[in-house]
């Protein structure tokens, strides 16, 4: 499987950066994860979005879901000319009148997921577990022929983690703050909190959601540190 990472900050990137968004390739299939600002012009330099398989989006929050109406634009243009099917979009179920109308894409089959959901789809298992943030977040295990990828959306330290780690052979973990910023109350975890569940699980761990205030030297400095590996925007990451 391979990891690319379109997008790395969060809320907002700094000038030229993107915020979220991952492109993984995995079973033969192409996942995006999450689309935030930048995203879909992005992906455009590693394939043609119309080869899409699947999207999945973590949360509702613009920074990982505002360039899915772009997105939809491009497939609706290109599914005029007769050439796209529709792409399954995994997304929180979720209210919020944002929500309601990124889910309602045409150009999309929404399937809306809820703690412990999954499915099979091509060959391809999807396993969602609910994280700790201000709205519903669902953190996806994706695993095909023995290979298992995580992905924990944006998250404090939660419970849940722990399905979505255990026996993952890669990971893609939020970890936006610094040490000394982490909290309770707060709404992502911080590098070492990442770096104790890389150990743990004995996982290959990306870390991502970098915040753009921070000197970006220092982040990438603790992220090694922790043995984990800082999210290059253009990087590909394979296990
Ligand atoms: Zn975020
Ligand atoms: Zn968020």
């Known amino acids: 499987m391979e990891l690319t990472v379109l997008g790395k900050y969060g809320p907002f990137p700094p000038a030229g950066g993107r915020t979220s968004g991952y492109l993984l390739k995995i079973g033969g299939k192409k996942i995006l994860l999450d689309c935030g600002e930048g995203v879909f012009s992005a992906l455009r330099a590693f394939l043609s979005p119309e080869d899409l398989d699947f999207v999945v989006l973590s949360h509702f929050h613009y920074d990982h879901a505002c360039d899915l109406g772009v997105l939809h634009y491009y497939l609706e243009n290109r599914g005029r000319k007769g050439t796209v ?44 577990f609910r994280m700790r943030h201000p709205v519903p977040t669902f953190g996806v295990r994706i695993c095909s022929g023995g290979q298992t990828f995580a992905y924990s959306g944006d998250t404090n330290v939660t419970d849940t983690l722990i399905p979505l780690l255990e026996g993952a052979s890669f990971a893609l973990l939020d970890g936006a703050f610094l040490p000394r910023d982490k909290g309770e109350n707060k709404p992502h975890m911080s590098v070492d909190d990442c770096g104790g569940f890389a150990r743990k699980y004995a996982v290959k761990t990306v870390i991502s959601h970098f915040i753009s205030d921070y000197d970006e030297a220092e982040v990438v400095a603790e992220i090694e540190r922790q043995g984990c590996i800082p999210a290059e925007e253009g990087k590909t990451y394979r296990v």
């Open 85 to 128: 099917g529709k792409p399954v979009l995994f997304c929180p179920s979720d209210d919020s009148p944002f929500a309601r109308s990124l889910s309602a894409l045409s150009t999309f089959r929404a399937v809306a997921v809820t703690d412990g959901f999954s499915c099979e789809e091509e060959g391809i298992s999807f396993s969602f």
